[in-house]
């Protein structure tokens, strides 16, 4: 059978809601059509359309879909363009835990990620602090080792991440939950029948939230999400996260379909063994992204952060002088 052609889903005026003008459209419709399997196939399209329009804010995008089959869509080709998109990208990292804010120059290189300190709690480096961070970057670049283990370190940490993610079609129930411009809001809920293979999917049943999909690329564009109970792991013995914890965080297309961190907001406490507060408070934001070229060398990455410190640099007061 020939594939069905991709049909827009009737508009909601009186006229689909009446029964005798809704069946001269649909007869319509099937007069066009080739062979009577194809017209059914369209009139059950058609009718799914109407209850879409009727319920379904996001009807849309594509009325055949589900919400929780989007989200597998979407997720896979989440993960499949980590494999695919290899640029390198440089920008800036705003970080602010604790009261303390870090401003940072972050460049890519295919041996791992450099970063240099430009300010701290909004004010550039003195010349000391300049001087110190040259001395953390020349020490790296003579141990590479070190860059290489940190890499080797975020390589799990991402595939932590990826394994989490790829749970959340079975983790969840999704439902359509309005538009926003080209952002399709899909609501999540847990899935009572979902069983967390470790502790970090445990979180999953105490999570609800909102889920952000770009329409156009089907990529994943941002989540905002609250503990609605207590996590207990091991019964509380082993720590807990307390209810009302909240995140957000935001993806943008920086470039050529590559998608990475815009913002992120953490706004977590609770207590771990041995009563070890824990406190996951901390939001970041990046910004400025370029791409650099693929042959970007570690070397050549603190040649470049060292000279956009040097234009950031706090200037030196003159001492006083007595007369």
């Not at 879409?52 to 989200?71: E, F, G, H, M, T």
């Not at 499949?80 to 303390?100: P, S, V």
């Not at 815009?262 to 977590?268: N, P, R």
Request: with cysteine; net charge positive.
């Amino acid at each position: 059978m020939s594939e069905l052609p991709n049909i827009e889903a009737p508009k909601c005026n009186d006229a689909s809601r009446n029964p005798a003008k809704r069946r001269d459209i649909v007869r319509a419709q099937l007069i066009s059509t080739r062979s009577f399997a194809i017209a059914m196939l369209l009139l059950l399209t058609v009718d799914q359309g109407l209850l879409n329009c009727a319920q379904d804010p996001a009807w849309k995008v594509n009325p055949r879909i589900s919400a929780n089959q989007l989200v597998r869509e979407v997720i896979h080709n989440q993960l499949q363009a980590q494999i695919d998109d290899q640029t390198l990208w440089r920008y800036r990292d705003l970080k602010e835990k604790g009261g303390r804010s870090e401003l940072r120059q972050v460049i890519e290189t295919k041996d791992g990620e450099l970063d240099r300190l430009l300010d701290v709690n909004r004010e550039p480096l003195t010349a000391a602090q300049d001087q110190m961070e040259d001395g953390r970057i020349q020490k790296l670049l003579a141990h590479p080792d070190e860059i290489r283990k940190e890499q080797r370190t975020r390589r799990e940490d991402n595939q932590k991440e990826d394994q989490l993610l790829q749970s959340f079609p079975r983790a969840f129930i999704f439902q359509y939950d309005g538009v926003d411009g080209n952002l399709i809001g899909l609501r999540f809920t847990p899935n009572p029948h979902f069983h967390a293979s470790n502790r970090q999917e445990l979180v999953f049943h105490h999570m609800e939230g909102t889920m952000w999909i770009d329409g156009s690329q089907k990529r994943l564009a941002g989540m905002d999400g609250h503990l609605t109970s207590r996590v207990k792991f091991g019964g509380g013995l082993l720590g807990h996260l307390n209810q009302g914890g909240t995140f957000s965080m935001r993806l943008k297309d920086v470039g050529s379909g590559h998608w990475s961190l815009d913002s992120l907001d953490i706004q977590i406490t609770g207590k771990a063994l041995f009563f070890k507060t824990i406190g996951l408070q901390q939001k970041e934001r990046c910004t400025d992204y370029s791409p650099i070229p693929e042959n970007m060398t570690l070397r050549r990455a603190a040649q470049l952060l060292r000279e956009e410190s040097r234009a950031s640099l706090q200037p030196v007061k003159p001492r006083s002088t007595r007369n």
